[in-house]
C-alpha cells in the first residue's frame, strides 16, 4: 500500500519540567526531529537551514519527488513581489512612501522570503513574527515599522486570497513616547532663530502660524497662495488613500508679514521657501538634517518640528477657538483636536491661571456682599 504523502513536518507540544511548554519538530509523525545533525540542536521553525534538514529527512524517507512537494510555494516572497505590483496597495502611493515601503519589505523579504505561505497560516508562525520583531528592541521604531509592514502585507495576502489568516493582528508597540508636554515656548523659538538659517526659520514660522506638517510645508508653491488664503492638500491624507485633505488658510496680518519676507518668483510652481543655494525644493530628509543641526546649535534636545503642530493647536485653544475651527486650519479630525487639548492644555500654567483669577474674583466678590 502507498504511504500517504507528507503533508509538512509534524508538531508536538511538551511541557518541561518547569512548568513551560516547548514546541519539538517532527519530519513525520513517529519520524526523527528536525535537528542538526551534527550539534543536535533544533533549528528555528521555518527557518532555512530547518527546511533544508526537513527536506533531506523527507528525501531519505521518500525520495526526492516528495521533497519538492514538501518545500513547494508560493513563498512570502511572492506575495512581496505582488504587493509591490498592485495599483491599490502599492501603486498610488507617494514616492516617499514607496520608498519607505520598500525598504520594509526588502528586510522582511531577506528574513522570511523563501517562507512558504502556507506556513503563514499554520499556528505558530506568529511567535516567528513576533520573536523576530522583538530581536529589534533596541530600535523599536524600527521594529515597529516592521510590524506594521508584516500586518499590511498579509492584509493584502487576505484580500488577494493568498493567505486565509493574518498572523500579525495586533500586537502592540515597543516605542512609547507621550509628547503631551514637548510644547514650543517662546524661549525655545528665539534660540532656535537665533542660530537657524533663514530658509530654516522660515519654515518654523510658517508651521508656528498654521499647524501644518513639515512635508506638506515644503511642498507649498505661490500659486498656492491667491493674495487672500493659502489652499493646500495635505499629503499623509493622501498616503492613506483618503484623497487628500484640502485645507484653507486665510492670511491675515502676522501671516502676511511672513509671506512678504519670502523672497517672490514669478515663474509657475515657484517654490515658496527653495532651499539655500537654488530654487528647487526641499526633501524632508534634507530639512531635517539642517533642521536637527540647528537645534543642537540652540541647545534644544527634546523637541521636534512636529510638536509644533501640536503647539498651534494648544495655542488656538488657548486663544478661545473651537474644536471645529482649529480642525479647519491644521486639517485634524474633530476627536484628534479635542485629544490634543485634552493632552497639551493641562501642561501649561495659562489655563490654571485663568481659573484660579476667575476663582480669586468670584471670592472677593463674595466677600464684598457679605460685608
Not at 515597529?144 to 499590511?152: H, I, P, Q, V, Y
Not at 491675515?252 to 519670502?262: K, P
Not at 476627536?335 to 485663568?354: A, C, F, H, N, R
Request: glycine share 8%.
Amino acid at each position: 500500500m502507498a504511504r500517504p504523502k507528507s503533508q509538512g513536518p509534524c508538531k508536538v507540544n511538551k511541557k518541561l519540567a518547569s512548568g513551560e511548554v516547548e514546541t519539538y519538530y517532527y519530519a513525520w509523525r513517529g519520524g526523527p526531529r528536525i535537528t542538526d545533525p551534527i550539534t543536535g540542536k533544533p533549528y528555528p521553525f521555518n527557518s532555512k537551514q530547518f527546511k533544508i534538514r526537513f527536506a533531506e529527512l523527507l528525501q531519505q524517507r521518500e525520495g526526492p519527488a516528495q521533497t519538492a512537494l514538501a518545500i513547494k510555494g508560493p513563498f512570502v516572497q511572492d506575495l512581496i513581489a505582488k504587493f509591490k505590483t498592485d495599483p491599490i496597495y502599492f501603486g498610488n502611493l507617494s514616492v516617499k512612501t514607496k520608498t519607505d515601503y520598500t525598504h520594509l519589505l526588502d528586510k522582511i523579504g531577506a528574513k522570511f522570503g523563501d517562507m512558504p505561505l502556507r506556513a503563514v497560516d499554520e499556528f505558530g508562525a506568529r511567535k516567528d513574527f513576533l520573536d523576530w520583531r522583538n530581536d529589534m528592541m533596541d530600535k523599536p521604531r524600527t521594529a515597529d515599522a516592521c510590524w506594521t509592514m508584516l500586518k499590511r502585507l498579509f492584509n493584502f495576502g487576505i484580500d488577494r486570497q493568498e493567505i486565509k489568516v493574518n498572523p500579525c493582528l495586533g500586537g502592540g508597540k515597543l516605542y512609547a513616547s507621550d509628547r503631551s508636554d514637548k510644547v514650543w515656548m517662546p524661549e525655545h523659538l528665539a534660540k532656535l532663530k537665533a542660530v537657524a538659517p533663514k530658509q530654516v526659520w522660515d519654515v518654523v514660522e510658517l508651521a508656528e502660524w498654521t499647524g501644518q506638517r513639515m512635508g506638506d510645508l515644503l511642498q507649498l508653491t505661490w500659486d498656492d497662495f491667491d493674495g487672500e488664503v493659502i489652499t493646500l492638500i495635505q499629503s499623509k491624507s493622501k498616503r492613506r488613500g483618503q484623497g487628500g485633505v484640502k485645507v484653507i488658510i486665510p492670511v491675515l496680518a502676522s501671516l502676511q508679514e511672513i509671506l512678504d519676507r519670502l523672497p517672490r518668483r514669478d515663474r509657475t510652481n515657484a517654490m515658496l521657501i527653495p532651499t539655500k543655494r537654488s530654487s528647487e525644493r526641499w526633501t524632508e530628509d534634507g530639512f531635517k538634517t539642517v533642521f536637527g543641526r540647528a537645534k543642537t546649535s540652540a541647545g534644544i534636545t527634546d523637541l521636534h518640528f512636529h510638536d509644533l503642530r501640536g503647539t498651534f493647536v494648544l495655542h488656538a485653544a488657548e486663544a478661545g477657538c473651537t474644536v471645529p475651527e482649529i480642525a479647519s486650519i491644521t486639517g485634524h479630525k474633530l476627536g484628534e483636536v479635542q485629544t490634543i487639548i485634552d493632552k497639551y492644555l493641562p501642561k501649561t500654567k495659562t489655563q490654571s491661571l485663568s481659573a484660579m483669577q476667575k476663582i480669586e474674583a468670584k471670592k472677593k466678590n463674595f466677600s464684598r456682599t457679605d460685608a
